[in-house]
């Protein structure tokens, strides 16, 4: 029989040492099934932490662009040199003209006015919030109409006395009937229902819409109060172009009016870099968590490993006097290591890729909770580096030992 060669001999020793590791640890159950619990809990966080933060960014962009997306939004804030106020200084339908055709990166403007009058509910009287929009209201805030339509051109060029009702106003005034075709008094004036609606995402009463409000077209504005627009809307055609915008829309209005007067101009990309910002800092606090608890669990597999090298050190002089080199019984410990590590990491990635198949029934409509593939494979090669780096000194101690000094050992 031929003797076999080293390359030959090199798979068998590498499934010897497999087969020797796999016993070990079986032979330990439950010290390996302490110890991998740390690996599982880290490389679980460090999933769950990921996804938490791609879950909160994409809620966060989905509430802002449900607003409207690449909104720049203007109003006045102070006239006159002592804050006095000068009407003319107010924000008008042909600035907003301006607005679209100064600046070609705008694709549509839109202006409201917000104006308190009061409804007959039941026989009381309650206070609603009117608001008169343009026309290009819709295009930018895209609210849901749940009933009947929104206005249109017509409306807007023959002032027809028509109007929208949020869904908590249409409860209360029509709450058995469809509100559609109806009519309902609002201050003097007698107004058609022609739409029910709500806010794709909802502001909570900090726009222009409140829970019980009514739309109507901008031009009706004037048998109400002076006409001019409280708060001007311009859209911008793709997210880079909405700081440009930002800065021509002040520079417009700037123009348009006195010296004296002072517009804030805003767009939502700053809220969304303020959300971003929080959402990295908590998601870098929370993985330093996680990481914390993989360092925890590879400092309990050192020591496990140490302990276990004191309790197998004539098992390692047995192995050694019948022929094992230094390298193979080093791999054996590392190898032990890495398996807790690993499978401590695979465990905690199936808990943690399990949790949103639980989770994602009880979210609201429309929202998911998505899982990162790259934060899976940081997760399992993390959990493997953490077992390898602190599966390296108890592994170098075993191969150090001296074979007589083994066997004498008891």
Excluded: W
């Amino acid at each position: 029989m031929m003797p076999q060669s080293g390359r030959e001999s090199l798979p068998i020793l590498r499934r010897e040492t497999l087969l020797v590791a796999l016993d070990s640890l079986r032979a330990n159950r439950v010290k390996a099934f302490l110890t991998t619990l740390g690996v599982v809990i880290g490389s679980a966080c460090i999933v769950l932490v990921v996804t938490i933060a791609l879950t909160s960014k994409q809620y966060i962009i989905g509430q802002i662009e449900g607003i409207g997306s690449n909104i720049v939004y203007a109003q006045l804030i102070r006239t006159g040199p002592q804050g006095t106020a000068t009407l003319s200084d107010e924000i008008t339908v042909e600035d907003l003209q301006a607005i679209k055709t100064g600046i070609p990166q705008v694709v549509e403007v839109a202006g409201t006015r917000e104006i308190p009058t009061s409804v007959v509910i039941a026989g009381e009287v309650r206070p609603v919030a009117l608001v008169g929009v343009t026309e290009g209201f819709q295009r930018i805030r895209n609210l849901v109409v749940v009933r009947g339509r929104f206005l249109d051109a017509d409306d807007m060029i023959e002032r027809g006395k028509v109007c929208l009702l949020t869904e908590e106003l249409a409860q209360r005034l029509f709450p058995a009937d469809d509100p559609v075709g109806k009519s309902v008094r609002l201050g003097e004036l007698r107004f058609t229902v022609v739409g029910v609606f709500r806010e794709r995402v909802a502001t909570f009463g900090q726009s222009e819409i409140k829970p019980e409000s009514v739309i109507i077209p901008f031009p009706l504005i004037q048998f109400y109060a002076d006409y001019f627009v409280r708060v001007a809307y311009a859209q911008a055609a793709r997210t880079e172009d909405v700081p440009f915008v930002t800065r021509q829309v002040e520079t417009i209005l700037k123009a348009q009016h006195r010296q004296g007067a002072t517009y804030d101009v805003r767009n939502l990309s700053s809220f969304l870099e303020t959300a971003e910002k929080i959402a990295n800092a908590l998601t870098i606090v929370l993985l330093l968590v996680a990481f914390i608890a993989l360092v925890i669990s590879g400092i309990g597999i050192m020591n496990i490993q140490l302990v276990t090298v004191t309790q197998r050190t004539r098992e390692i002089g047995v192995r050694k006097a019948i022929g094992a080199r230094r390298s193979e019984i080093q791999a054996q410990f590392l190898l032990e290591a890495f398996l807790i590590s690993g499978i401590g990491g695979l465990i905690g990635i199936s808990i943690a890729a399990a949790l949103p198949l639980l989770i994602n029934p009880l979210l609201p409509r429309g929202m998911s909770v998505p899982i990162s593939p790259l934060s899976i494979v940081v997760a399992f090669a993390v959990s493997c580096l953490t077992g390898v780096i602190f599966g390296y000194l108890p592994a170098n101690r075993a191969a150090g030992l001296q074979p007589t000094e083994s066997l004498r050992y008891e």
